[in-house]
């Protein structure tokens, strides 16, 4: 696999007001956002991205962890997944048999997670490509149509960070080290 053999600084007032703002927020600054912010498109589409994902994709805050977290599996990305899974754990309230179901590539036991995790992954591992009576069996349980096309906003922040991450290799850091995971 290719590695690019970047630093972790910004290099751009975008990057940098980005990075102090998480910094403030969070109290420390991801790995992967020092990475991304090398270059500034990349950063601020993610976060932007990231945050209106956040705040409108029309799911809960523990259905947006399943979204992520199945994207992040297909992907094989090893980051993300310890990432979300810490934050699903502590700050999303995931529910732990929820996320390592998904970790582990087992059954969710949550019917309607389940068919989340289910339609995100086939959408992720497809390219958007699938059939109806996958779209149906997904809206059967209570989603809508509305939630499919939230599904590909999740898919689009995902991929631009495990992308990212495949090629910048970031450490996992201490936060999510407790949840690191290799498939």
């Not at 007001?17 to 910094?23: A, E, G, S, V, W």
């Not at 991801?30 to 990349?42: D, V």
């Not at 090893?78 to 934050?87: D, G, I, L, P, R």
């Not at 898919?155 to 960070?161: D, F, Q, R």
Request: glycine letters at 6%.
């Amino acid at each position: 696999m290719a590695h690019l053999k970047l630093g972790n600084y910004a290099t751009s007032p975008i990057s940098q007001d980005i990075l102090d703002k998480t910094q403030k927020a969070l109290g420390f600054v991801p790995n992967m956002y020092n990475k991304m912010g090398n270059n500034p498109a990349l950063l601020d589409a993610y976060t932007y991205a990231y945050n209106s994902f956040r705040a409108n994709s029309g799911f809960n805050s523990v259905e947006q962890e399943v979204v992520f977290l199945s994207v992040a599996y297909e992907n094989n990305c090893e980051y993300c997944m310890a990432a979300h899974s810490f934050v699903g754990d502590m700050m999303s309230k995931v529910p732990t048999a929820v996320t390592n179901a998904i970790r582990d590539n087992k059954q969710i036991p949550d019917t309607k997670l389940a068919a989340l995790s289910k339609l995100t992954r086939s959408l992720t591992a497809n390219r958007g490509n699938v059939s109806q009576d996958q779209i149906d069996e997904f809206l059967e349980v209570g989603y809508t149509e509305v939630h499919v096309l939230g599904i590909i906003a999740g898919i689009a922040v995902k991929t631009l960070s495990n992308y990212s991450n495949h090629l910048t290799n970031p450490v996992v850091d201490i936060a999510f080290a407790g949840r690191s995971w290799k498939k």
